[in-house]
């Protein structure tokens, strides 16, 4: 048991092509974002707003600058929580940090807000 989550990319043209771009596991600190921001529901679908990927960009950006438990604990803190696991800013922690700047940033790069809708799917 544990924190799974996803963020992808669904199709507005066709709403079957949907593509998972990040997969986490008990990333907390991004559950307790999402959970401050929306009303995230267990294995539902959340659609996001870009400013919203955008915004986690420049947050995990920051964060891996400057590597930094401060910085971190005030941008972006783990989150505690029934099978979320660890609440460290450790070497996971900054993993998970990593994968999210590079699927937000492929994100950015790549989707548009006319073609594409952004989600974000946790299981607990």
Sequence with gaps: MGLDHTLSVRSKVDTSQEEILGTFRKFNALQGYMERLYDV??????????????????????????KSDEVSFELLPPTAGFFYGSTDCDEYYYEDVQLLQNVTRLILDKYSDELYEIIYWCWW
């Design 41 to 66: 529901q267990n294995m539902v679908d959340e659609i996001i707003p870009r400013t919203t990927i955008e915004h986690l960009n420049e947050i995990a950006t920051k964060i891996l600058d400057s």
